[in-house]
């Protein structure tokens, strides 16, 4: 017997979800099924309890300051492991409970399937040895973390940590190798590392946290540097030391270490949908060609969104993706025209200390596509001499904003600088706006704040640019 509804949903993560609401403004004869646990990633394994853990870290690295600023005894401070933990799974569970909530009451109107679907048409799944067939396909089926397997082979699972097991450790031991630069694991790194657990970080790129630039990213690895070991430029490998513990090698360095997380990426779930059965077109790593303008599989009945498609795994991403995604499907059930979505400016924030952020085209993007000095411009601020970071005992890093040289539109950012998810921020609004570097500089800055850091890269990139670009009299004061 084959169930057969307007609209499937696979998968009740983010991009599922708000797929889901999508869906159920077009028809409320759909099905939205589930493999693993509720929740959503973000709130269970990544976004939230690392922020819970992290903000655990950095209280207790501000300390520091204190006595600097009169305030003394901070030298008796230390971090109970167990306890931290303690805290962020009970963070955690409340942050998960919500969208966890969401996804049971949908079950409540026997509109949630639990299990694993498999494709065993283009337009029919088998989930439990039921059938379900729809007139469209939301493809949400999320991603799960990059281990080799030989490693678990030699080491299993118990002493390689990843997202999906690091915050269910009941207590941490003194030294752990972080393997992966990216956001989770310098997030991480430098989160453990200030809870005062050795840390050894490794990446077989030259870069951290997907920086292009080098202005930007030579200062902010020296800074991670102060914290905690670094090495780049080689890929980790480990095998079994001697004391039973794991010996980590990088090129000519190497350590031992009690425990490894891995952070090398996620792995997109498609793998596991027998995606074959449809015939789509796939590209060189098994993913379907898809227009991330309508989330549309080529002209087929299958649209896909969030981390399964491989390309931008952040949240906000998958809830605009599933929305986009949602919405077409429903229409396509409903024989109505699909519409395409103009997609927002980049953004990405690592919230390690300083942050690290991106926004727009990167440095290596446009220098790909322009010339440098003839084709953009770079507005600099160094931090360490920004008077409220000084305040903040937080001066440091850089700030690097990019424009067209021609009429100052504003491309995109690099920076590591105290606060920097807000700083993004500021300037994805203006590039949403079309603004151009005299706009943005005529907008009002308070003082004493950090802004005024961002005011002082803006004027210097305006410096740079050509003269037809420049406004007659002060830019800073907009005219009626």
């Not at 694993?116 to 007139?135: M, S």
């Not at 991603?143 to 030989?150: E, F, I, N, T, W």
């Not at 706009?439 to 002082?456: F, S, T």
Request: aromatic share 6%; hydrophobic share 45%; charged share 25%.
């Amino acid at each position: 017997m084959t169930r057969k509804v307007d609209v499937c949903i696979i998968g009740a993560g983010s991009a599922g979800m708000y797929a889901t609401g999508q869906v159920a403004r077009h028809t409320k004869d759909f099905v939205l099924v589930n493999a693993g646990p509720l929740g959503t990633t973000c709130a269970r394994v990544g976004c939230m309890p690392s922020k819970v853990l992290i903000q655990a870290a950095d209280d207790l690295a501000h300390s520091r300051h204190f006595a600097t600023e009169g305030i003394h005894g901070a030298e008796h401070l230390k971090a109970s492991i167990p306890e931290v933990l303690a805290h962020v799974r009970k963070m955690r569970d409340g942050f998960a409970s919500g969208p966890a909530g969401k996804a049971r009451k949908i079950g409540e109107h026997g509109k949630l399937v639990e299990g694993e679907a498999r494709f065993v048409a283009p337009d029919t799944i088998e989930v439990g040895g039921e059938r379900i067939a729809a007139k469209a396909f939301v493809i949400a089926a999320g991603s799960r973390p990059v281990v080799p397997q030989a490693w678990i082979d030699t080491f299993g699972t118990g002493r390689l940590l990843t997202t999906e097991t690091l915050f269910e450790q009941e207590d941490l031991p003194g030294e752990i190798a972080v393997l992966g630069m990216g956001a989770i694991g310098l997030e991480m790194g430098q989160a453990l590392s200030r809870l005062g657990i050795r840390v050894v970080g490794v990446d077989m790129a030259e870069t951290i946290a997907g920086l292009t630039d080098d202005g930007v990213s030579y200062p902010a690895i020296a800074l991670m540097r102060e914290e905690f070991e670094v090495w780049l430029g080689a890929p980790a490998e480990l095998e079994p030391a001697e004391d039973g513990r794991i010996r980590v090698r990088a090129g000519e360095k190497e350590t031992v270490v009690d425990k490894v997380l891995v952070a090398l990426g996620r792995r997109p779930n498609i793998d596991r949908l027998n995606i074959e059965a449809t015939g789509v077109e796939l590209d060189s790593r098994g993913i379907p060609v898809f227009d991330r303008h309508t989330m549309r599989i080529g002209e087929t009945n299958l649209f896909i969104a969030g981390d399964v498609n491989g390309e931008r795994q952040l949240l906000h991403e998958a809830a605009d993706e599933g929305r986009i995604a949602g919405w077409n499907a429903g229409s396509l059930a409903k024989g109505e025209p699909l519409r395409r979505f103009r997609r927002k400016v980049p953004l990405g924030v690592v919230f390690c200390d300083p942050n690290i952020a991106t926004v727009g085209e990167t440095f290596a993007q446009l220098d790909a596509t322009l010339v440098e000095d003839e084709g953009f411009v770079v507005g600099e601020r160094d931090f360490s001499t920004q008077a409220r970071a000084r305040v903040m005992q937080a001066n440091r890093g850089i700030l690097h904003v990019y424009a067209r040289k021609s009429d100052g539109l504003i491309l995109g950012a690099e920076m590591c600088i105290p606060r920097a998810e807000h700083m993004a921020h500021h300037i994805a609004w203006a590039m949403e706006r079309g603004m151009t570097i005299a706009e943005m500089i005529a907008l009002p800055y308070y003082h004493p704040v950090l802004e005024e850091g961002l005011q002082n890269a803006l004027h210097d990139a305006y410096s740079q640019l050509d003269d037809s670009a420049k406004v007659d009299g002060i830019p800073d004061v907009p005219f009626e």
